[in-house]
Structures are given as structure tokens and as C-alpha cells.
């Protein structure tokens, strides 16, 4: 899951969330919710991106129509290890990533990682980049 700008050892504007070590199952696999994926246009709130920043997948953990709301959020998972980003689509609304990809493989298996280390976070999506 290197992959991830937000990886452990990356860039300072963020962390993925640690993979856990146990192999899932396949049957395991069939079991797990399915991902709701979104496709839009964002940009970053929190970081002036340059091309080497701009990602195509995105793990979305908290979505906001007010920033002040998707900063409280962000800090609550501050607090909990994650550097998360703050994204703004072409509607207002703020979305709040934990990690980003130009894979879209990786993603799906940070969000599977995800909904199973943080149960609270099972409701986390996929963005897809529009460009």
C-alpha cells in the first residue's frame, strides 16, 4: 500500500491506514459491503497540488457541506493517526481522504483494510478523480 501518498515514511500531508496483517479469505472477500464509488471533480483544500499530488482514487471517510465541519474531522482523525486531506467537489461539499491512488486496486484494499481495523469508518467510499 505504498502506493499512497499518505503512506507511513511519505509526504507530511498525510498516512494511509495500516494494513492489517491477516490475509483475507476469499470467502471473507464475498462477505464484505460493497464499495460505493462516486466519480467528481475535486481540488485540495488543504495543500497547494502540483501535478506529482494529483490522484485519481481517493478514500473518502467523512463527507461535509460546511469546512469548519470537515476541519473538526479531520482533526478527530488526527487524533487517531490518520493525516487526512481535504477535498472540495464541484457541488461545495468537503470531503475528508485518508489516502490516494492512481491504482485502483490499492484503494479498494485500503478501504477493505479500513472497514476492518476502524468498524466505526465502514461506511468509508471510493472517489474517482473526473478529469
Known amino acids: ?7 507511513e515514511g511519505g509526504k507530511d500531508d498525510g498516512i494511509e491506514v495500516r ?15 460493497e464499495i460505493i464509488i462516486r466519480e467528481e ?24 457541506r460546511y469546512l469548519d465541519n470537515a476541519r ?10 490518520f493525516v487526512p486531506v481535504i477535498l472540495e467537489n464541484e457541488n461545495g461539499l ?10 485502483e486496486l490499492p484503494a479498494r484494499n485500503n478501504i477493505a483494510a479500513i472497514r476492518r481495523n476502524f468498524p466505526k469508518y465502514s461506511d468509508v467510499w471510493l472517489l474517482i478523480r473526473k478529469q
Open 41 to 64: 471533480k475535486v481540488k485540495s483544500v488543504d495543500i497547494e497540488e502540483n501535478e506529482d499530488q494529483i490522484y485519481r482514487y481517493y478514500v473518502i471517510v467523512g463527507s461535509f
Open 19 to 33: 494494513e492489517d496483517k491477516k490475509p483475507v479469505a476469499e470467502e471473507e472477500k464475498e462477505e464484505e459491503q
Open 72 to 81: 473538526n474531522y479531520k482533526k478527530d482523525l488526527i487524533d487517531e493517526g
Open 1 to 7: 500500500m505504498s502506493e499512497s501518498p499518505y503512506a
Open 94 to 103: 468537503y470531503r475528508v481522504s485518508v489516502a490516494a491512488y492512481n491504482d
